[in-house]
C-alpha cells in the first residue's frame, strides 16, 4: 500500500526550459487545438440554420415546380369545365 499512484506520471518541460524549435512546436499545436475547437463550436452553432435554409430552399423549389404543371395543366381546361355551380330550389 505505499503507492496510492501507482501509473507513471507524465512529465513536461518546463517552457522556460525548452529550446526555441521545441517552444515553436508548443505553440503550434496550441493554436492549433484551439483552432480545432472553436471550428466545432462555430459548425454546431451553424448546422441548424444550414438545415433550415436546406430544408426551406427544398420547399421552395417543389412550390415552384407544382405551380409550373399546375399552369401547364389549366391551359387545356377552363375553370366552368373544373366546377359546377348549383344553386338549392329553396333559395
Given at each position: 500500500?505505499?503507492?496510492?499512484?501507482?501509473?507513471?506520471?507524465?512529465?513536461?518541460?518546463?517552457?522556460?526550459?525548452m529550446?526555441?524549435?521545441?517552444?515553436?512546436?508548443?505553440?503550434?499545436?496550441?493554436?492549433?487545438?484551439?483552432?480545432?475547437?472553436?471550428?466545432v463550436?462555430?459548425?454546431?452553432?451553424?448546422?441548424?440554420?444550414f438545415?433550415?435554409?436546406?430544408?426551406?430552399?427544398?420547399?421552395?423549389?417543389?412550390?415552384?415546380?407544382?405551380?409550373?404543371?399546375?399552369?401547364?395543366?389549366?391551359?387545356?381546361?377552363?375553370?366552368?369545365?373544373?366546377?359546377?355551380?348549383?344553386?338549392?330550389?329553396?333559395?
Amino acid at each position: 500500500m505505499d503507492k496510492i499512484y501507482s501509473r507513471r506520471r507524465i512529465r513536461f518541460k518546463n517552457f522556460k526550459q525548452m529550446n526555441k524549435k521545441q517552444k515553436l512546436k508548443f505553440i503550434i499545436y496550441f493554436v492549433l487545438i484551439i483552432v480545432f475547437i472553436i471550428i466545432v463550436i462555430f459548425i454546431k452553432a451553424a448546422y441548424p440554420i444550414f438545415v433550415a435554409s436546406c430544408e426551406n430552399s427544398a420547399t421552395s423549389i417543389a412550390t415552384n415546380i407544382l405551380n409550373k404543371e399546375v399552369n401547364e395543366v389549366m391551359i387545356v381546361y377552363n375553370y366552368n369545365d373544373l366546377v359546377n355551380l348549383g344553386k338549392d330550389e329553396k333559395r
